[in-house]
T-cell receptor
Framework: GDSVTQMEGPVTLSEEAFLTINCTYT??????LFWYVQYPGEGLQLLLK???ADDKGSNKGFEATYRKETTSFHLEKGSVQVSDSAVYFC?????????????WGLGTSLAVNP | EAGVTQFPSHSVIEKGQTVTLRCDPI?????LYWYRRVMGKEIKFLLH????????ESGMPNNRFLAERTGGTYSTLKVQPAELEDSGVYFC???????????FGPGTRLTVL
């Protein structure tokens, strides 16, 4: 079945460091891909998404590109801030445009130190 | 616009007891979803309502779990009787349509002792 594999954390970085969180997926159809973020004490929030191959999602300085050839959707940010400390989840919906059932990675905890 | 709310935020019960979790979706969102994250594992889909109807309950673990959405507004998820392995964080989400973003609540942390 469809699945998402995400790099394990925790990840600890200094402020202004470069961030990459790897995410790869397995899907039989044409999935949409998502990154969600959960800040301490809050619910999951959609950070960015991409619905087809070569799409780049971006938000708040974060970017991820849908790579069909490598089945990847790695999350990157050029310069992290302390406020980026959170848990990041990669997810997919099996069919683009139909997001009924999201399939999730394990989540990666990020801590950014000043 | 108020977001998705969940109650309680945290529940601690003993094995064998009953617990009911509540989710209030964003007003006007016909689609309501329940997910669960057991410690150390990925978030798993439990079920999906469209208005008051269960569209997909393929993720419900067993018949100790009962979800309802009477009137198509708020939803409850009852666990009866609770077992140790039911411990985890239960997330609720809602969306206007299945093609649109799911908005999540803060979750209910359930601890079964």
């Amino acid at each position: 079945g469809d699945s998402v594999t995400q790099m394990e954390g925790p990840v600890t970085l200094s402020e202004e460091a470069f961030l990459t969180i790897n995410c790869t997926y397995t899907a039989t159809g044409y999935p949409s891909l998502f990154w969600y973020v959960q800040y301490p004490g809050e619910g999951l929030q959609l950070l960015l998404k991409a619905t087809k191959a070569d799409d780049k999602g971006s938000n708040k300085g974060f970017e991820a590109t849908y790579r069909k050839e490598t089945t990847s959707f790695h999350l990157e940010k050029g310069s992290v801030q302390v406020s980026d400390s959170a848990v990041y989840f990669c997810a997919l919906s099996p069919n683009a445009g139909n997001n009924r059932k999201l399939i999730w990675g394990l989540g990666t905890s990020l801590a950014v130190n000043p | 616009e108020a977001g998705v709310t969940q109650f309680p935020s945290h529940s601690v019960i003993e094995k064998g007891q009953t617990v009911t979790l509540r989710c209030d979706p964003i007003s006007g969102h016909d689609n309501l979803y329940w997910y669960r994250r057991v410690m150390g594992k990925e978030i798993k889909f439990l079920l999906h309502f469209v208005k008051e109807s269960k569209q997909d309950e393929s993720g419900m673990p067993n018949n100790r779990f009962l979800a309802e959405r009477t009137g198509g507004t708020y939803s409850t998820l009852k666990v009866q009787p609770a077992e140790l392995e039911d411990s985890g964080v239960y997330f609720c989400a809602s969306s206007r349509s299945v093609a649109q973003e799911q908005f999540f609540g803060p979750g209910t942390r359930l601890t079964v002792l």
